[in-house]
């Protein structure tokens, strides 16, 4: 931890980090550079505005990591209406750091427990005219690690502009707006407070798109 914060005066210092882990094959392969495009299910972690340009849709994703961590995210689209003016989304994520060992200040073993981190969204987005749209996120944070457990409630907001018959769009949103309700000792941290800026381009006659995102 000391040396991450020589690195970034920041680093350790908010709750529920795993809130930050992109999701998506689609977007991961993008460099997480999804905010202006979202276009797909995806929209549900990058910017929920972008939830109306999705069809009836079900996601599913799953990252098998080093030393035994395990992710997965199941996400749900649901149009509210034929002509894609509002939609609906629910998804879940998880975060499992496999089985730990418990032991005393002499190295000797006492026991195995496990620890994971669990995130619950529901999203609304509505088309407000032929160029905007914006969305919102409720989210449920839950950590545990042993005994003990965390609990925090986040809202993310996003708005979406598209022009020139969705040939380009641009985005922005702001992720993890709230508080950590409980903690896994006597203090609370604050949320990984997130801010994203992005737009994507179809250029004219190639079968290609060219995204790009600011992170802060």
Do not use: C
Not at 177 to 206: E, M, N
Request: glycine share 12%.
């Amino acid at each position: 931890a000391g040396y991450a914060r020589d690195v970034h005066s920041d680093a350790g210092t908010s709750a529920f980090p795993f809130l930050k882990i992109n999701v998506s094959a689609r977007a991961v392969a993008m460099g997480g550079a999804f905010t202006g495009l979202a276009d797909d299910a995806s929209s549900l972690y990058y910017n929920p505005a972008g939830l109306v340009s999705s069809s009836d849709m079900l996601i599913l994703g799953y990252h098998n990591y080093v030393a035994d961590l395990q992710s997965g995210f199941v996400g749900y689209v649901k149009p509210l209406d034929r002509d894609r003016q509002q939609a609906l989304g629910f998804y879940f994520s998880y975060l499992n750091y496999g089985e730990l060992l418990e032991t005393d200040r002499f190295g000797t073993i006492l026991d195995e427990f496990s620890a994971g981190d669990l995130l619950f969204g529901v999203t609304y987005a509505r088309q407000m005219d032929w160029h905007w749209s914006l969305g919102a996120t409720g989210k449920f944070i839950y950590s545990s690690a042993h005994d003990y457990s965390a609990t925090g409630l986040a809202l993310d907001a996003g708005v979406k502009y598209t022009a020139d018959r969705d040939r380009w769009s641009a985005g922005l949103v702001v992720q993890n707006l709230g508080v950590q309700v409980s903690a896994f000792g006597d203090q609370t941290d604050r949320l990984p407070l997130t801010l994203r800026l992005g737009g994507a381009v179809h250029p004219r006659g190639l079968p290609l798109v060219v995204a790009a995102d600011i992170v802060a």
